[in-house]
C-alpha cells in the first residue's frame, strides 16, 4: 500500500504549491485582462502580456514566477483550460454550420500549411547555411500550425463566433493541426530514414493521413448519431449536475481518443463542442436547468486563463538581447505571417472577408512549441535538428503572432462590418446574421 | 529552455490520460449517486461506492482504474476539488454564525478527540501486543480527526447546511484537524526525542498550537477586514469572470497560507469561505452578475466528484480476507465511532440535537490517511510506527465510517425535524429558520 501512501501525501503537500500558483496567475489574468480591455483590446492579449512580465521579473531577481512555467501540475490545468476553451468554442457552432465551411476550410489551411512551410524552410536555408537541409525543412514544418486556441478566444472576447469568417478560421485551424501534424510525421520519417540510410516510408506518412481523416469523420458522424441518445439517457439519471458532467465525459472522451491516435487533445474536445446541440438537452431544460454554455462558462473562467497566463510566461525576454535570435525570429515572424496570408486566396470569390481570414490564421502557439521541442530531441549525424537559438527564435515567433493577431482582427472585422451595413445601408453597428 | 520544452511536451502527452481518467470517473460518479440517491442516500456515498467498484475491478484483471489512484495529476484535482468543497460548504455560512457555535464546536471537538484518542489507543495496546507503546500512542492520534469534507458534503446532499447542529459539526471539523495536527505534532515530537534519547519539546508543540490559532484568528479578522475592499477594487475591473476569479484567488492564497504553516490546505479553503459574504458583491449583483455561489457551483460540480470517487479507489476490497486485519480494522472502527459519540456531551444543554452532532463527526478521510501514511515513514529502533496491517486496518475504518454516516445522519436529522415540528405543532417537512 506504500506507493498509494506516498501519492496520497504528496499531492496534500503539492496542493498548497498549486493553489499559489493559481491564485498568482488568476490575479495576472484579470489584471492584465482589465488593462487590455481598457486600450480596447481583448482580454486575452492583457492575459498573455500579464504572463511575460510575471515570468520576466527573474530579470530582476524574482524567480519564483519562472519556475511555475516548469511546474507540471499547472501545466496540466493550462491544457485542462484549453480543453475547456476549444469544447466552448466549439459548442458555439453545429456540424452543419461546419460542413457549409468544410471546403473552404481545407483550402485554407492547406494554402497556408504549404507556404509557410516554403518560407520557413527558405529563412532556415537563407540565415542558417552552417547547418543541415533537414534542420531547414524541420524550421519550416515546426513553424505552420496556427494555434485554433489563440483565435477562438480573440473571436469570442470580440463576440464574432458566430460569423461565417470564424467558422472558415477555426475549422482551418482544426484542419491545419492535422496538416502539421502529417508534415511532422513525414520529415520525421524522412528523418529517421536518413539517419539509418533507408528510403522514406510512404505507409507511415499514409497511416497519419488516414487517422485524421478516420477521427473527424467518426467523431462527427458517430457523435451526432450517439449523442442525443446518450443525453436521453443520462436525463434518466438522479443527482445534481448529470447535464455538466455528461457533455464534459463526451469532451474528455474524444480529447483522449484524438491524443491516442497521435491528434492533439483540443482537436477531439472541438469536435466535441461541434457534435454537442442545444436540441439534445431539452429534457434538462424543460425542468428548468441551465443551459449547457452557462454551466461550462464559469469552467471556463477559472482554468482558460491559465493556459494563457502560463503560455505568456514561457517568453524570455533575455533572448532577444542576442543578435542572431533576433534576426531569425524576425525573419520567421515574417514567413509565419506571410505565408498564412495565402489563406486568403481560399476565401475569395466566396463572399468571405478574405482579409480577416489571412489575419485569423496568424497567431502560433503550443504546437509549435510542441514540434519545436521535439525538434530539439532528435539528432542527426550528431547534430540537433533543433538548436537553442532556433528554439528561442520560434518562442518569440509565437509571442509576436500572439501578440499582432488581437489587435490586427479586432480593426479588419470592424472594418468587414462597416462595408457590409454600407453595402447593405444599414447603420454601422447593426450585423445581419449571415 | 530544454526544461521548459521536456514540461509542455510532457503536458501534452499526459493530458490525454487525465481526461480519459477523469470521463471515468465522472462517469463512476454520476452512475453510483443515481443509485444512492434511488435508495434514498445522499449521492457521495454512491460516488465512493463507484470508488471502491472501479478500483477493484482489479480483483477480476482489470488493473488500470487501480493505478489512477496513484497518479499525481489525478490526486491534485481531487485535492482540487475538496478545496473547493470546503469553500463552498464555507460560503453556505458567515464568520457571525460560526461565532454563535464557536464555543460549543471547540468543546465538541476536545470531547470528541480526547475520547478517540484515549480509545485508539486502547485499541493499539489489546490487538497489538507485540508493538511498541509508541505505535499504541501513534494510532491512537491517527484515528482522532474527522473528514469536514465527508459530512460537509453529505449536510449539503441533505439540504441541511444552515443548520446549527450543521455550524456545529463543521466548526468542530475544523477545530478537530487542527487540534489532530497538535497531537500529531506532539506524538512525532516525542518519538523524535526518544530516538536521540532527549526530552519531549514542549517548545515545537506550543508553536504548532500558537499558529493554528493565529491563523483562524487572523484568517478570519483581517480577511472580514479586507475582503470588502478587495471586491470593491476587483468590481471595477474591466472583463470577464471577475468576480468569481477573485473569490477563487481569495480561496487558494488562504489555502496556501494554511498549509504554509502546516495545516491542511481545506482549512484555509474553509476559512476563505467563511470569510466571504454576499454583502461583498453588491456591486456586481448591482450589473446583474450572478451570485458567487451560483458560478462556484458548476465547477464544484466538476471537480468534488473526482475527490470522492477518488477515496472510495484508495479501498482495497482483498485486505478483508486478511482475519487480523479485518479484527483490528473492526475494533479501530469501534473507537473511531465510539470516541465520537462524546461530542455528543458538548451539545447538551443547548438546543441542540446532540445524536446528529456525534454521528456526524464520525466520518473520517484524507487527513486520517495521511497520517497513517506519515506513521509509514517514522522507524524508531528498528520499528516502522504504522505497519502495513495497520494502515489496511485504518484505511479499512476509514471507509466503513464514510459509508455508516450519510444513511445514520439522514436518519438522525429527518428525526431531530419531526421532533422539532411536533414541539412547534407544525405539520413535519416544514422547517423553522432557527
Known sequence: MMPLAAAAATGHDSIAHVALALAVILAAAKLGGDLAVRLKQPAVLGELVGGVVLANLDLAGVTWFRALTGDAMVGMLAQLGALILLFEVGLESTVRD?????????????LGVVA??????????????????????????????????????????LGKAHLPEARVILGAAVIDDVLGLVILAVVAGVIASAATGAAPSVGATALVVAKAALFLFGALTIGLAVSPHLFEAAARLRGRGVLLTTALAICFVLSAIAAAIGLAAIVGAYAAGLVLEDAHWREFARRGEQRLQ????????????????LMGMRVELRAFAHADVLGLALLLTAAAVAGKQACALGALGRGLDALSIGLGMIPRGEVVLIFASIGMTLTLRGERLVDA???????????????????????????????????????????AKD
Do not use: C, Q
Open 294 to 309: 452557462d454551466l461550462v462558462a464559469p469552467i471556463a473562467e477559472f482554468l482558460v486563463p491559465v493556459f494563457f497566463v
Open 389 to 431: 537559438a532556433s528554439y528561442s527564435a520560434v518562442v518569440i515567433m509565437v509571442i509576436v503572432t500572439t501578440l499582432v493577431t488581437p489587435p490586427a482582427l479586432a480593426w479588419s472585422l470592424a472594418r468587414r462590418e462597416r462595408r457590409a451595413a454600407s453595402r447593405a445601408g444599414r447603420p454601422p453597428g447593426t450585423t
Open 98 to 110: 461546419m460542413m457549409k465551411v468544410g471546403v473552404t476550410s481545407t483550402v485554407v489551411a492547406a
Open 116 to 157: 509557410t512551410f516554403v518560407l520557413g524552410w527558405g529563412v532556415g536555408t537563407l540565415l542558417l547555411p552552417g547547418r543541415s537541409a533537414y534542420a531547414h525543412v524541420f524550421l519550416g514544418a515546426t513553424i505552420t500550425a496556427t494555434s485554433v486556441g489563440i483565435t477562438a478566444r480573440v473571436l469570442k472576447d
